[in-house]
């Protein structure tokens, strides 16, 4: 939404545009954040800042942090309980996220055929995503709608939401409250036709195993793994994927998780006819005024190509740099470098932008040169358990790193 209260659409989808922001219509996008939201990621960066330093130490569930004493020679702050006046360095986080899992879940996108809004294929897509994330343990919702602007006018759409709350008792929040809910996002509808393809197949529709399934295929392994850290009020033992040996104590989330499944991002050309899902969903959080209970967001898109290069996104800087550069912390950290190049390269229009013009703090995690973009050769052939388990293992952790800091640097009445 504008300040005028009329709906803020972006001009174009995905845009490659080096040394120049792409032009698009962004009042609040590249607005100033109000202040206490400033205060909150400035107190949130110095942590982070001090915890992911060579001078640091890196997180893990049931150790806190530690960071050498400061330059002065007095200790750092206490973080999680935890005095940061001794450097340890702790290994990271104990993962769960199985890549070869969430390859299977591609296959079984693909399966059910193109996801093409308001579509047999589409509709058996979303209840599949439904019954997973209710055996998982979340609280699922949908959002049924219209579209009411360009091709999509008049189309009927769904987004499906799974909510993971914290169990009672656990955390600093209370539901509703600000800073409570991580958004990780994804769209789950492909492309009706392949207008980068060659002229012959241009009209023809598109498997979208790249464009579509991997990032819900990352969203859906992370609600196995998250559900299982959510749930565990009083600690628990996660057996790893063969069954026999046990993972480290699982812990109790700190924040809530809200995976949302966005239709409608792929459904015209031009972002005047796309992205029904997510400014749907971002114009019922300005209704609601709702954004100043999210942490951030984070999208994930076109993230299983086996040659996985995924560069930081110009608008995401824009809107959360504190979260993007996290986000290529942790991927060093994991060794995950060569996947997650820590350079700044494309201006992408994705699902992430209505949301930050929502006013939340949004990025997105997308390999933008995927080259069977948008064509009939995106199949399940070029889709990598590896690409789908880096990508996944970075966000996991992230999840961790965020539900351990930041209860700990909000303050909350």
Known sequence: MSGNGKKVRTTRKKVKAEGKLDEISSERLFAPPPYSRIVVICLVVALLAVAITERGAWNVRKGGISTKDDDNGGPGPDINGTNMSNATWFSPYRLGFNGTLANFSVHEQVDFGYRIPNTTGSLNCTLWIADLLEQYGFNVSWQNFTGDYGVGDGVNFSNVIGRLEPP??????TPGS??????????????????????????????????GGSGVAVLLELARILALEGNFSDGGVMADINGTSPLDPFFPLNVTIELVFFDGEDYGKGAENMFYGSNHFADLVTEHNRSGEYIGAVIVDMIGDADLQIYK?????????????????????????????NRTKWAVIDDHIPLALAGIPSIDIIDIEYRFWHTIRDTIDKVSAESLGQVGEVVESLVYYISDMVPKVVEKP
């Open 168 to 173: 009672p008792g656990t955390g600093n929040f």
């Open 313 to 341: 996104e110009r608008n995401s800087d824009i809107s959360a740099p504190w979260l993007n550069d996290m986000v290529w912390e942790i991927a060093e950290k994991l060794g995950h470098n060569a996947s997650f190049i």
């Open 178 to 211: 600000n800073d409570t809910i991580l958004l990780l996002g994804a769209h789950y509808d492909t492309r009706p036709f392949a207008d980068m393809d060659t002229s012959e197949n241009q009209s023809k529709p598109i498997d979208g195993a790249n464009d």
